[in-house]
């Protein structure tokens, strides 16, 4: 199953180091989501963007910075993070946003640890 | 109260037990109801959507009860393959999606 794709899938950096993660969706549709799951917690959403455009920032750090050039892939930039980011950070992507369509389909995630 | 609270589990059951999850939710004006599954190391990925009338999906049945803002999973002749973490996922007015900690479950042979 191929619908949403990340990468990377694993992903170790240092506190001082840049870095970015990618998502890119084939399923033709037009909103994108970047959540994150940490252990014992339950899924929370950071961005939404609809038509290329961000809708919802749910109050994220700004040492993450969204990027949708286009309706089918979505970036994630990364810096200055902390051990406390360390977790799976999981794309996802729907028909579009507030359609009625609201299925959501998800991406393997990256799963990231900040030392 | 959680916007979404879930039986915390971990539940073991032998193959081919029946065995049901729950859910409550706070926001009453919540619109949409689902079950997600998430597999050790893997993504969620839509179950079933949840509907007023209660719905049935082969082995699978889940039942919405608005008035008292409670969903219900259940699943019958386990398999193996059931074992994973179960979701209940809300969507609210907002069209935002409130997912709960999830549920544990391992069938055992």
């Known amino acids: 199953e191929t619908g949403v794709t990340q990468t990377p899938r694993h992903l170790v950096m240092g506190m001082t180091n840049k870095k970015s993660l990618k998502c890119e969706q084939h399923?033709?549709?037009?909103?994108m989501y970047w959540y994150k799951q940490s252990a014992k917690k339950p899924l929370e959403l950071m961005f939404v963007y609809n038509f290329k455009e961000q809708t919802e920032n749910n109050s994220v750090p700004s040492r993450f910075s969204p990027e949708c050039p286009n309706s089918s892939h979505l970036f994630l930039h990364l810096h200055t993070l902390q051990p406390e980011d360390s977790a799976l950070y999981l794309c996802a992507s729907s028909p579009e946003r507030g359609g009625g369509q609201e299925t959501q389909y998800f991406g393997p995630g990256t799963r990231l640890l900040v030392l | 109260r959680k916007e979404v609270e879930q039986d915390p589990g971990p539940f073991n059951v032998p193959e081919g037990a029946t065995v049901a999850f729950n859910c409550t939710y706070s926001?009453?004006?919540?619109?949409?109801f689902f079950w997600y599954r998430q597999d050790c190391r893997k993504e969620p990925k839509l179950l079933m959507s949840v509907y007023s009338s209660g719905n049935e999906d082969g082995r699978f049945t889940a039942q919405l009860n608005r008035a008292s803002q409670y969903i219900s999973l259940l699943i019958r002749d386990s398999k193996l393959s059931d074992s994973a973490t179960y979701l209940c996922?809300?969507?609210?007015?907002?069209?935002?999606?409130?997912f709960g900690k999830g549920t544990l479950l391992t069938v055992n042979p």
């Open positions: 996922v809300v969507r609210g007015s907002n069209y935002k999606l409130t």
């Open positions: 399923l033709g549709h037009n909103a």
């Open positions: 926001n009453s004006a919540s619109q949409s």
